[in-house]
Nanobody
Framework: QVQLVESGGGLVQAGGSLRVSCAAS????????MGWFRQAPGKEREFVSA???????YYADSVKGRFTISRDNAKNAVYLQMNSLKPEDTAVYYC?????????????????????WGQGTQVTVYS
């Protein structure tokens, strides 16, 4: 099991930027696939971005070109840089880990392949 702790959420005006971070422990970080998901009020949790242990990156269409995922294996951390934020980006952002390489369906990582989850960090974008 991997322990994950998110940080860096907050309140930001539309068009602004924010970076959320996730610190991992309990497993060799360089051998884990990592992902970011989000859940808005009244909506289901949705995929945002993921980065494989080998560095391959995936983005949801809704954030492509605005968000950037990265990882620092020396710091056991994964980051999500969010630029040009929109009110519809408002959600709780969750970090997740997959010890077994996640599968992809129609270009999107399968959520259930991520078996460890953080507690989430709130991101609120106001207009």
């Amino acid at each position: 099991q991997v322990q994950l702790v998110e940080s860096g959420g907050g309140l930001v005006q539309a068009g602004g930027s924010l970076r959320v971070s996730c610190a991992a422990s309990g497993h060799t970080f360089s051998s884990i696939d990592m992902g970011w998901f989000r859940q808005a009020p009244g909506k289901e949790r949705e995929f945002v971005s993921a980065i494989r242990r080998g560095g391959t990156i995936y983005y949801a269409d809704s954030v492509k070109g605005r968000f950037t995922i990265s990882r620092d294996n020396a710091k056991n951390a994964v980051y999500l840089q969010m630029n040009s934020l929109k009110p519809e980006d408002t959600a709780v952002y969750y970090c997740a880990a997959a010890l077994v390489p996640f599968r992809v369906r129609s270009g999107t990582p399968i959520t259930s392949d991520f078996t460890s989850w953080g507690q989430g960090t709130q991101v609120t974008v106001y207009s």
